[in-house]
């Protein structure tokens, strides 16, 4: 028997990936230290010296949102990967969940719960919007959903004393910080923040496709007493506890093939980190947001969130300038600056664009590139009739 369909002609050409300037709130540029140890050979994901980077992976999160939590992972997939196993190990079918929902992260959330069988009550804002801590006191879920870095809005969202809010009404905290995660304070043990998750191609400047989430004494408790197993086998905790040491068992049997160059990669994103420091992190992240605030008034665009304390300092929202439209002032930038800058996202559609400067990308002289590219761009784009 012969094949009857044919190689396509487009794979027998060679692969294409353009070197983009990637100021969009991500995935960001990936450092040339990172991109080397993502080719080193691929060792067995169950060797002992992939446990030993396993372990450092989960020294290095627990530096990253300074905590002493035993259960500290990353999960093999993106940003959503760990959002949908924060959610299916700590809740139950027909259990509460609330959600502040002011941005995309936050209405993400709620239908992952709500697919679960959850009761979901959301609490809306319009994008950029705050919750007040006696707001969120007003209700008794099991867990309580808030996105730190709200990327769609640009918001960074204040998070002293609502875990103790939480720990009063017996519910969990989670908290987002894909968006903000070594670019914005947070504090895990310290904050009483219950299950915190991050991504890797943000500030920690990695590929895409790893996701570090760590879960306190009270989540475990929580999850490991479930009535009922969690939806997902992939994401469930029992397994994922037990291949990345965390269960106390003295073997770690096969539950799924790790993305182990994406290990690498995330380890050696971590260590920069470690050598950097947290501070030094967030000091700059600060630094170079402010640069680039100054340099968007001088170019006469207003910022989203009026609130500086409350800007993210990653990714910054701008309003979208009057009689411009925004995709064209974005595909100009794009195709003459070879650059990415976003518009807004989900609810934030139409509201704002977006330039995130994070970790290897967060340089004065990239926000120079990025004002520059703006300023041309503004120039040249003529105004619609509106
Ligand atoms: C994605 O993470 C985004 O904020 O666009």
């Given at each position: ?19 983009r ?23 067995g994901?169950?060797?002992?010296e992939?446990y030993?980077?396993m372990?450092?992976?989960k020294r290095?999160i ?12 990353s999960?093999?997939?993106s ?6 196993c924060?959610v299916?190990?700590t ?6 969940v609330l ?6 992260w ?19 804002k319009?994008?950029?919007g705050?919750?007040?801590?006696k707001?969120?006191?007003q209700?008794k879920?099991?867990l309580?959903?808030?996105?730190h870095?709200?990327?769609s809005a640009?918001?960074?969202h204040?998070v ?18 894909v968006a903000?995660l ?7 043990d ?11 191609q943000?500030?920690?400047?990695a ?9 306190n ?9 479930r ?7 992939l ?28 290990f690498?990669?995330?380890r050696?994103?971590?260590a920069?980190?470690?050598?950097r420091?947290l501070?030094?992190?967030?000091k ?9 605030y ?9 910022l ?11 990714v910054t929202?701008i ?14 930038i794009m ?6 800058m976003t ?11 977006r330039i995130?400067?994070?970790g290897?990308?967060?340089e ?13 761009a503004l120039k040249?784009?003529k105004?619609?009739?509106?």
């Amino acid at each position: 028997s012969s094949v009857t369909i044919p190689p396509p002609a487009c794979m027998l050409r060679p692969l294409e990936a353009p070197l983009r300037y990637l100021f969009g709130p991500g995935p960001s540029n990936v450092p040339p230290r990172i991109l080397a140890v993502g080719a080193k050979p691929i060792i067995g994901h169950l060797h002992p010296e992939m446990y030993e980077i396993m372990n450092d992976i989960k020294r290095g999160i627990q530096y990253a949102f300074q905590t002493e939590n035993n259960m500290t992972i990353s999960m093999s997939g993106s940003g959503h990967a760990a959002m949908e196993c924060a959610v299916f190990n700590t809740v139950e079918p027909g259990e509460s969940v609330l959600v502040a929902v002011n941005g995309i992260w936050g209405e993400r959330v709620a239908e992952i719960a709500e697919r679960m069988g959850a009761n979901v009550h959301r609490m809306v804002k319009t994008p950029g919007g705050y919750f007040s801590n006696k707001e969120i006191e007003q209700h008794k879920p099991v867990l309580f959903f808030l996105t730190h870095g709200e990327s769609s809005a640009g918001l960074c969202h204040p998070v002293d004393g609502i875990g103790d809010i939480c720990r009063k009404h017996n519910c969990l905290f989670l908290v987002d910080t894909v968006a903000s995660l070594g670019a914005a304070p947070i504090f895990m043990d310290k904050q009483n923040i219950d299950i915190l998750y991050t991504g890797s191609q943000k500030a920690l400047n990695a590929p895409p496709g790893t996701a570090p989430i760590s879960f306190n004494e009270r989540a475990c408790h929580k999850m490991f007493n479930r009535k009922t197993k969690p939806v997902s086998y992939l994401f469930d905790m029992t397994h994922l506890s037990n291949y990345w040491g965390c269960d106390g068992k003295p073997a770690r049997l096969y539950h799924h093939t790790g993305p182990v160059s994406g290990f690498f990669a995330l380890r050696e994103s971590l260590a920069i980190l470690a050598e950097r420091g947290l501070e030094e992190s967030w000091k700059k992240h600060k630094e170079v947001a402010a640069y680039l605030y100054r340099g968007l008034e001088d170019l006469g665009l207003k910022l989203f969130i009026p609130e500086r304390d409350l800007r993210l300092p990653s990714v910054t929202t701008i309003a979208i300038p009057d009689g411009y439209e925004w995709r064209e002032l974005l595909a100009y930038i794009m195709k003459h600056h070879q650059m990415e800058m976003t518009g807004g996202l989900g609810p934030s559609i139409g509201m704002v664009m977006r330039i995130g400067l994070m970790g290897y990308n967060c340089e004065k002289t990239n926000a120079d590139m990025a004002l520059n590219a703006l300023a041309d761009a503004l120039k040249n784009c003529k105004k619609s009739k509106a």
